[in-house]
């Protein structure tokens, strides 16, 4: 394998999945029981999948693994790698397995961050596709956003059809997928009467719309038209509230979306299934692909991989305690994924200097994995550390992170999948498919969704954070009582926190301990079912770093593409 | 045939497409001789195509006949609707055809127009697909047009890598395929030092973006990064100008638009070849789909038949001395669209009226379509006045224009294409093939590209508008300056009027004579390659209206949607 070794160190992620050989979608399909006249394919290598393929009795018997991570550097973790590879493997093994990812977003490919269709020898294709418009359903949920605010401004500008919305409550906002600073914060309807009512607002980035989260929690087109119906929008001048349906905005926004519901099927690099659909972020939304993707994979194979964004502070305690809640679903194993490099970097050791070898920084940093694990197993959950692979890891480091997984009582495995794709993931396969076939039971939630708002967020601060106290600011005490009143006080709550530490606060890393979690505000997602508490400083549109990965990339007229990653 | 008709009286345009059977794309593909490898499938009844089918000597010889119109009413004359219903008659007649016609926007959509895929029984289908996202083209420009507004804004926030652009002198706008008039004159950047520099700016309906512009231009990708590395951005605080290329933008957003540079194939009600691609108004912009599209057509049959927005003033007059004059194409024949409605609104009938008879005020109507008919000979073409029959319209009306177009010498048919489809127009088909057959030249343009842009305005509004002068305001003539410091004055000019009469004034219906033109500003669209002198009280984003469209829609779990047209 060392000559492989040696031509895979001169490839990129890019070139690696443009000299894949590719399946027809159709074969892809095929392998799991879907015959060519119910896919709707979107060129060669992508297709939809009509709803009426999701069958709850598979969906009961098919087993769903969760793989989600310790608290992550800048550089991420390699969850989706991770997932990837897992799938591979556990073919290899003989398990039928697809794995089931969010869409990636276009701002973090144009800035710094990159696409988000794995990495090396665990991708999956056509990843120029996947990490562009893909089958379009993030400009449909982007259409279907701002028809709303349109609809808002046009009703607030018209005196004959006007349900008097008071222009300074509207809470509601533009999005646009792309990180873009200057829109944060603007003034629109400038210009005099005929440019609208002048007002303040703001467009946040498409995977933190509202409309992101309910096309992920919905189950079917009357439902996706019910949840976007109770959209809040804001406060009519009488102090009453204004939801999208009073604006008989939901059958056209759902129009707009009719393709949007349907999941995306492509393949693994090894030509396994993928279902790629919804990409809601994790820190500032639920963080994970939709039920309908989720059941349509369990409504294919025996085995489902699937992952949640960021740590599992944030991406696992939203998968369980919201997705899972809303749709019935739980996973039978947790893969928490570490890195030696992340490892070191919550011990202390610089960012500039991860590659260099550091026992001392390491084992200091195991405390926020074992945080991790301990969270797992609060949930009741079976949990498999996967150790991503670096090539600049030394045995030395790897057998300090086995030696305490093991003292732990925790199954440990190192993930090679990026180098080797299913070759270098059948250790993790086989163990995972034993914490699958030693579980039989159900995840335990953090909370009741009947508690309070505050008690819930104290439960989830205290219980998965480590947190000792919430401090409400004066906007999050008065949001509480908005709360109460539009009645969306029994419904889960959705955190939006920093990836980077288990506080509020970003620099903190390893594991914090005796600190108050600050709520700032909370706003209202009540089409989507839940409330979202903002902490610490969080924003929901980013902007593009001093060099834009933008400016590197090119194509010429065979269409190739070059420097996108 | 009359049970027949009247069943179609109870048939909306969406319920018609709805209930026909659809040919599967592979066939209508077929057809024409495109091989089902060849094809990139979007589902089962739209695929995009290759630029490599595009075969310059079969398009010397295919016969190009360009749709345009006299000066519309408000609720537009009909002009998709024929060019549709005369390719089915040319098809029936034994002329292989195929139509190449513009892709919608959805602002019009949701508003008050409705969609833009002919009507009745003269229909491109799947109707619904192409009124909403379609194969995603409107959301790559969309997309494009913005990275290079958050790259603009980036490079002006970040000192390290920094161009020197004065925030004052920022040209380029955002885009958003919606009618939402409280995104026309914004503020951006609020909120401080992270919410990057406070400027005023806005946005424009995706139609009207010179992404749009460039795309419906290129020859292929090579020459679309050429011309998107070319578009004026701005100045630096030294006054120099900065191109899209100083930011290195051109090759992400050639990226972006890899696959919206294809064209799309689709089929008309009676099965024939469609070609639907690039949507630019033809008020704001150069009103007509891609050269790429339009050289797709006429490499695959015969005949194309084509269309330019509005009336011939605005879109034909672009067709011929833009994108004919940079493509080397000219049609053969152009089929001048007329109502009765309309010819009795230009001599005076009100709006609510149109359908009750009234031959004095169509007889003063008249001359209205007569200029035009004398503008079509302006450019040496053949004229055949193709009357658009509405269920209203009464034997004496229809005598009346019969009888003045013999007098000028111009072949007119009566086209039924919106009640009968292809049986209704291949009289009118007849002709076209008459005149087509009869005329060996080439169009004569209206102007010289090397004459100055003053001169230019200055012809097209003497020769086609009627007027006897031309005004330019204080920030035209500066804009003249600038125009020749970028060296874009050897380019065509793209005139932005109203569509609604031949002068700058809408209410001005009829042949306006003695009148001004006032030329406000010129815009610069050097990546497209033309300026673009703006008339009147032209607006680049249109608003919602009191009522919109989008309140009435809806769609069910089967997918059934109703209420668009």
């Known amino acids: 394998m060392s000559t492989a070794t040696f031509n895979k160190k001169h490839k990129t ?126 400009a449909a949920i982007e259409k279907a956003n701002n028809l709303l605010a349109a609809l808002i401004d046009n009703n607030i500008q018209n005196p004959k ?18 990180n873009d600073r200057a829109l944060r914060n603007i003034v629109t309807g400038l210009g005099g009467k005929p440019g609208g009512m002048m007002r303040e607002t703001g467009f946040n980035i498409t995977a933190a719309s509202e409309i992101m989260a309910i096309l992920c929690l919905a189950k079917d087109i009357e439902d996706l038209k019910e949840k976007i119906g109770n959209i809040y929008v804001g406060d009519t001048y009488d102090g009453k509230a204004v939801f999208a349906r009073d604006l008989n905005a939901q059958g056209a926004m759902a129009v707009l979306l009719k393709d949007a519901i349907k999941p995306n099927l492509v393949q693994t690099l090894e030509g396994n299934p993928a279902i790629i659909h919804g990409g809601p972020f994790a820190n500032i939304a639920q963080g994970t692909n939709s039920v309908i993707a989720t059941k349509m994979g369990m409504s294919l194979t025996e085995y489902v991989v699937t992952e949640a964004g960021f740590g599992a502070d944030l991406g696992a305690e939203k998968f369980l305690n919201i997705k899972c809640g809303y749709s019935g679903l739980s996973p039978k194993a947790v893969v928490l994924v570490a890195t030696i490099r992340a490892l070191k970097y919550h011990g202390g050791q610089p960012l500039q200097e991860l590659t260099i070898p550091d026992t ?152 914090p301990e005796n600190f108050t979690l600050t709520v700032r505000e909370i706003e209202i997602a009540s089409g989507a079912g839940f409330s979202i508490p903002v902490t610490g400083n969080m924003l929901r549109m980013p902007g593009l770093p001093a060099l834009p990965a933008a400016e590197g990339m090119d194509i010429d007229n065979a269409g190739r593409i070059t420097g996108l990653s």
């Open 161 to 178: 059809n006007n349900l008097g919305i008071d222009p300074r409550t509207v809470e509601w906002k533009r999005v646009m997928d792309m």
């Open 360 to 511: 001392v920084s390491l084992a200091k940093g195991l405390a926020n994995l074992e945080k991790h694990i301990e969270n797992i197993r609060i949930y009741g959950l079976p949990a498999v550390v996967s150790i991503n692979k670096f090539v600049s890891d030394t045995n030395e480091e790897v057998a300090i992170i086995e030696k305490r997984c093991k003292e732990l009582g925790v199954s440990v495995a190192i993930c090679e999948g990026w180098e080797f794709g299913g070759e270098g993931t059948t250790k993790l396969a086989s163990q995972v498919v034993e914490a699958v076939e030693g579980f039989d039971g159900k995840y335990k939630p953090v909370y009741d969704w009947n508690w309070s708002v505050k008690e819930k967020i104290e439960a989830v601060a205290r219980k998965i954070y480590g947190a000792r106290d919430v401090e409400f600011l004066p906007k999050a005490k008065q949001n509480l009582r908005k709360i109460e009143r539009i009645g969306l006080n029994d419904k889960p709550i959705c955190i939006a926190k920093t990836q980077n530490s288990f506080s509020d606060d970003p620099k903190w890393l390893g594991k």
């Open 13 to 138: 992620d890019l070139e690696i999945a443009q000299s894949a050989k590719l399946r027809h979608i159709r074969e892809v399909a095929g392998s799991v029981g879907i015959s060519e006249d119910q896919l709707e394919m979107y060129g060669n290598y992508k297709a939809k999948l009509p709803l009426h393929l999701i069958d709850e009795a598979k969906v009961a018997k098919s087993h769903l693994v969760l793989v989600t991570a310790m608290t992550p550097t800048p550089a991420g973790e390699g969850k989706t790698t991770t997932s990837i590879g897992l799938t591979e493997g556990l073919n290899k093994i003989g398990k039928q397995t697809t794995v089931v990812l969010r869409e990636p977003s276009l701002g973090p490919v144009f800035g710094m961050k990159g696409g988000a269709a794995g990495g090396g020898y665990s991708q999956v294709v056509p990843m120029e596709d996947i990490n562009l418009h893909f089958t379009g359903d993030f």
